[in-house]
């Protein structure tokens, strides 16, 4: 509440209105001819059609059952046949702002509250030594099994073995650094000295033996995670502008109701020279990699679904959760 | 309640038993080869199989688990290997007649309530001016908002673009008049010299602009709804002898549960002369518009469950459909 | 609860983990590569991924998350990463056995119960003069209607006419006999003299009208069927070691949850030495007949839960099946 929430990217407006939950609110997005864009409750305000089953003019969005006309603020601007438009005649709109290809939407605790900053900014999708590629996914499973995910990385040796796995023992004795402020939680963990698992070695003419790290940083609506190698002892982890090859994920978590989620991604990478097509690879790579995570946190939930009230133990990897979970849980009980 | 409802078309009745919920009752509709009709609880009153799984014969209709037979009365008539036939060994049955091609079953507040009217007649279905088809669409929505889609036609101008529509700003500013006594409501739009819309044009060699009209009649069980064109000021819209294109269409909305509903429709029309194919060109044309509605329908039921407690607001056309909603209010609270 | 029950059979447990519910209980089964077999609540102890969806090694199931593994016993013996596992760190873990290629799991009323015998054997699966097969089929349906079903055999007549029918008339006239002691319910229907059912002709060169037996045995958590013919007047009812054709159906029936079962079943049949492939004959027959059985018993738990508070009538065939339930009604209450 009271925050921007990433609500998909720019390429997916087009010339057809996109119905999207946020938050248990159900919006119709849309992009005008003339390029402003709009989030309404995606409800006519006459007979409850969805607006998202209408059509997109210069002056708005037409609802598809009797023509009612709504500007991006929500107020209906035509009623066909009709001279008077009551008053009462709007459907509540949400702030949504395009900014580096990422959508944002604010969703406030009244109907009146405006938000006070503007969307966080995103570099990278800009940035000319990069290349990205991304998804929309939906989850049905809630969006804090999605953090525990990406703040956890020791997954990796056993559920993307395929990919950007690796040795599993490797993984779980990484040297694992976690702190934060405030509402930030960052996760380090360096593996020097490791092998290169198949998509980094797909991707980057190593030479042989790597040093590899990982670093998470979760940031409540979003998580950035900036992955990456270089061959042994030719770099320094503590050095920002280290060589290399490098991932840098944007991980936007909106959460739709109770039990799902949307999980918006995107993936850059800095392609070598002498390698062709490396964007494309690490770009599917990591969609098959997400689809894997996928199909085990949807598996985790229903699963706590059946065993409603049993505990959990917690392990040594549990820390960057843990700690994600007690920024949420501050933030619900403020 | 105590009232007849339309439960189909006899050409639905073959040599299989029929299985339709009605007012949340579950029945089977079945035809003895020599012509009986009955409509049974569709439920084995010895193991609960449904009676729909069953057999017709000669005497009735037999359960596909154990043999059990019973007449259209819903006695049992035979229980396989057993001499005696307890008194319970019985469903209940509702009075179900054909008339004019339409089937209707009377349901009553008590079992033993019985109809004291016969069920309406429909003379299109035997005029020899008109042919026809039509068909069984079952909704998920409830039966009052396929009242409200067809007592208000202005929605033709969005919904049916591609058959019956046409401009959508003759269909809104189109003059309404809206009268009615008991529990009858008429609806009628007249569109003087308008354009014929695709449908029209493709059904009659019309010269140039019509004279089109719309007249819906609300019955509570059905609507009849009469609507055509004559080349402009070829006739009168007071005459009911009036030439030019006409369809004739009967919409027989009977609930099936709280959400869900029944609905049973023909369209009947005077093929041109000079057109080849016309009644099926104006069936199938009628079936697409009406597949039309059932996808906005839908889709506005669905958005009702998940928006359900949001007001809604009036505009002009809903004058017809609120008068119906007024019958119904004061049906059910009589 | 404190019995062995039917959980599948040997060739089910592969290199994969096998998910079930019995009881309300979720378990995974499996069989590691010397031998042993488990059945492990199906939840790792750590995030609540189902262990099913891990992997078998040699020293027992290893979760497909973070890696944590589990013995046969439900402890965890190690966690990657980690040298110190916590007591908290186990599943429950409940008796599983293999005996005659049939698999037992135990459930107590407590976790701590421990069996106290062995579950049944069954040397049918080793009887020389008999070859078999079987299927574990799953029900949308409780598990007493499946007894039910199997303990009246009269319904052949009327859902089995392809297969093992014949003569519906025949059938409900059979002469009926029902005992039993303890906890075992006992039917057998004689049908002397009658026509050979088309797979009966189909797997036996019977040269005419066929003496046919039909004993029925019920044992809470599995049924023991023994059907079979000889040509009229060849052998005694009473001798168990007539000859003829023999079918002995092992039927086990484990509840799922209150509207859900397991029914394992094998069909074996002595093949008579003129006749080929008649094994694959009985159990392809057998399989479509309890697709039958399945269809119907669906069907009939669907109607129960339409109608969920209407009585039933008794009729003659149902003195097995009544007999039946006041067993596990007694059970129930004890």
């Not at 990796?156 to 650094?177: F, R």
């Not at 598996?299 to 065993?307: D, E, I, K, V």
């Amino acid at each position: 509440m009271n925050r921007w929430w990433v609500a998909g990217f720019s390429w997916e407006l087009k010339d057809k209105p996109l119905a999207r939950t946020f938050l248990g609110r159900a919006m119709v997005l849309f992009r005008t001819p003339d390029g402003r864009v709009g989030a309404l409750e995606d409800r006519c305000c006459h007979k409850e059609l969805p607006l998202s089953c209408g059509a997109v003019e210069d002056a708005g969005l037409r609802c598809g059952y009797h023509g009612l006309l709504f500007d991006t603020g929500g107020r209906c601007i035509e009623i066909p046949g009709q001279d008077r438009i009551p008053a009462k005649a709007k459907v509540r709109s949400y702030p949504l702002v395009e900014r580096d290809k990422i959508l944002w939407v604010w969703i406030g605790d009244t109907p009146d509250a405006q938000p006070a900053d503007q969307p966080p900014a995103y570099p990278v999708h800009s940035d000319p030594r990069y290349q990205y590629g991304g998804d929309s996914f939906h989850y049905d499973a809630p969006w804090q099994l999605i953090h525990d995910n990406l703040l956890d990385l020791s997954h990796l040796g056993y559920v993307h073995t395929k990919t950007i796995g690796g040795n599993p023992t490797v993984h779980m004795n990484a040297k694992l650094t976690v702190d934060g402020q405030g509402e930030v939680v960052r996760v380090v963990r360096l593996m020097p000295n490791s092998e290169p698992p198949p998509t980094y070695s797909a991707a980057w003419p190593f030479t042989g033996r790597i040093d590899r790290w990982q670093e998470v940083e979760f940031r409540v609506s979003h998580l950035l995670i900036w992955t990456g190698a270089m061959d042994v002892g030719t770099g320094r982890f503590d050095d920002p502008e280290r060589e290399g090859f490098h991932m840098r994920g944007f991980h936007g978590v909106t959460p739709e109701t109770e039990g799902s989620a949307h999980y918006f991604w995107t993936i850059a990478t800095n392609p070598h020279p002498d390698k062709d097509n490396v964007t494309q690879l690490v770009v599917d790579q990591t969609a098959a990699t997400f689809y894997e995570d996928k199909d085990v946190i949807e598996a985790q939930w229903r699963n706590q679904q059946r065993f409603p009230v049993r505990e959990q133990i917690d392990i040594h990897v549990d820390i960057g959760p843990n700690r994600a979970r007690r920024v949420i849980a501050g933030l619900l009980k403020a």
